[in-house]
């Protein structure tokens, strides 16, 4: 069983910086695509970031300019830096991985959530 294992979030408040991480096994890391997503009480979870296998990197319109998503294939990490931080990008958030082996297979992965409480 694939696992992702996230750390970094925390209280902290409005401007301050953030960095989580994202820990898969190595063979999922090297074919995944990478993301994070953010969830609010009450809404879907939304995209804040993907950096795929290739490294092209894709943000939601809401963190452009203030967040860096970032992968270490040698620690078979992700890291989502997050720069001044507004109150509103308060949620949880969790780490997800996608790996298609073959056209007909897809898989996908989450971790376990890490709260980013942003305080005004």
């Known amino acids: 069983q694939e696992q992702l294992v996230e750390s970094g979030g925390g209280l902290v408040q409005a401007g301050e910086s953030l960095r989580l991480s994202c820990e898969a096994s190595?063979?999922?890391?090297?074919?995944?695509?990478m993301a994070w997503y953010r969830q609010v009480p009450g809404s879907q979870r939304e995209l804040v970031a993907r950096?795929?296998?290739?490294?092209?990197?894709t943000y939601g319109d809401s963190v452009k300019g203030r967040f860096i998503i970032s992968r270490d294939s040698a620690k078979s990490t992700v890291y989502l830096q997050m720069n001044s931080l507004k109150p509103e990008d308060t949620g949880v958030y969790y780490c997800?991985?996608?790996?298609?082996?073959?056209?007909?297979?897809?898989?996908?992965?989450w971790g376990q959530g890490t709260q980013v409480t942003v305080s005004s």
């Open positions: 997800n991985a996608v790996v298609v082996p073959t056209v007909e297979a897809r898989y996908e992965y």
């Open positions: 190595r063979r999922m890391f090297r074919n995944a695509d």
């Open positions: 950096i795929t296998n290739g490294d092209t990197k």
